[in-house]
């Protein structure tokens, strides 16, 4: 059992490590933003026994799935996972887990034929055995 969350947005560049010099006045806004969105969606699809679920297993393992918009270049799998990491905290959130617990595979990348921004994470909890 797994739960999907789809924000309609990409990570914006400036979040990636390979961005160069960064502010956190410039990128704070969009880092909030980003976190916003997965916590909000993530709690929409929540409830109490899901979310206990979640808070009871060993750990959770997020697969990232990334529609990217034409013109929009890919990056790669190590600045992907970096640039998402305000939106996994906001997963973190809305579960009521630490993100410690987190197991965040490579992200998948796609173009989107229609031209759209999209982000897809599959969200499931595991067990130890």
């Known amino acids: ?10 990570a914006p560049y400036e979040l990636s490590p390979n961005a160069g010099k960064k502010s ?10 980003l976190r916003q969105a997965s916590r909000s969606e993530t709690a929409r699809q929540l409830n109490d026994e899901l979310r206990d679920l979640f808070i009871e297993c060993d750990r959770v393992v997020i697969r990232t799935i990334v529609w990217w918009p034409k013109g929009r270049a890919e990056m790669d799998g190590d600045n992907l996972k970096s640039s998402y990491k305000a939106a996994y905290d906001g997963i973190a959130d809305a579960l009521g887990v630490n993100d410690r617990k987190f197991l965040v595979a490579v992200p998948e990348q796609h173009r989107d034929p229609n ?13 130890r055995e």
């Not at 059992?1 to 309609?8: A, G, P």
């Not at 956190?24 to 933003?33: D, F, Q, S």
């Open 1 to 10: 059992m797994f739960l999907t969350v789809r924000i309609e947005a990409v």
């Open 24 to 33: 956190k006045w410039t990128t704070g806004p969009m880092t909030k933003a």
């Open 115 to 127: 031209g759209n921004a999209v982000t897809e994470f599959e969200v499931e909890p595991q067990w």
